[in-house]
């Protein structure tokens, strides 16, 4: 069964403001909220309770579960992230998606150099 959740970006609002959205989404009717971690899911190891990841090319998604599984994350629980961007028209959609998540496309390489947010806007 699918799971609507709010996403809680820390990367986005400051977290008094990410509170009040939290909140607000609650009572709108949201029943789990998603909130951004950046740990390597192979680097969790056994002390993880379980597995968030994003949604990639097939392949590459199972690898991230197979590294996590065969490093202490046996029979733990798996939860794959699947983003969309849902606006009006698909124009408006496409933008909002390359607005939210443009850095994502950035290469691993490349991102231990940037570390203001204009690198990353000239990056993406």
Not at 7 to 14: I, M, V
Not at 49 to 61: C, H, I, P, V, W
Not at 85 to 98: H, L, N, T
């Amino acid at each position: 069964m699918a799971l609507i959740c709010y996403h809680a970006s820390h990367e986005q609002f400051a977290p008094s403001h990410l509170l009040k959205l939290v909140q607000q989404a609650e009572q709108a009717g949201f029943a789990a909220i998603h909130s951004s971690d950046h740990f390597h899911p192979w680097s969790a190891g056994s002390w993880a309770d379980g597995l968030l990841t994003t949604a990639g090319q097939r392949a590459e998604t199972q690898e991230k579960i197979t590294a996590f599984k065969e490093n202490g994350g046996a029979g733990k629980p798996v939860y794959v992230q699947f983003a969309f961007s849902y606006a009006r028209s698909r124009e408006e959609a496409v933008a909002g998606a390359w607005h939210q998540w443009r850095s994502n496309m950035i290469p691993a390489d490349a991102m231990g150099g940037l570390y203001k947010p204009e690198h990353f806007d000239a990056a993406g």
